[in-house]
């Protein structure tokens, strides 16, 4: 398990974005601004009524302000899934509300 970024160069990882975008790929590069460069990138896209969909992105840019939550993607489990009989709400975009 990575406890930096810097762990995860060259590794598969999970981008959880603010507007509940689900990416899955290879992380190549990232900033000081965590800004992140996926390669073999695509998104998982959930339904309640359909399959997941797997739309393919290729090299892709997150920027760092829409990155909500980063991790490290364990191959072999991730391949053992049946992404074909999930049925899921999609992940609800993040709201910044004023108090």
């Given at each position: 398990m990575a406890s930096t970024i810097k762990e995860l160069i060259d590794k598969k990882v999970n981008v959880v974005c603010v507007d509940g975008r689900?990416?899955?790929g290879i992380l190549s590069g990232y900033d000081q601004l965590q800004n992140l460069v996926l390669t073999d990138c695509h998104e998982r896209s959930?339904?309640?009524?359909?399959?997941?969909?797997?739309?393919?992105?290729?090299?892709?840019i997150v920027r760092g302000d829409s990155l909500a939550i980063l991790g490290?993607?364990?191959?072999?489990?991730?391949?053992?899934?049946?992404?074909?009989?999930i049925r899921a709400e999609p992940v609800r975009p993040v709201l910044h509300t004023q108090s």
């Open positions: 689900n990416l899955i959930y339904s309640s009524t359909s399959p997941v969909e797997l739309v393919p992105l290729g090299v892709y490290e993607l364990d191959v072999e489990e991730d391949a053992k899934r049946d992404l074909g009989g």
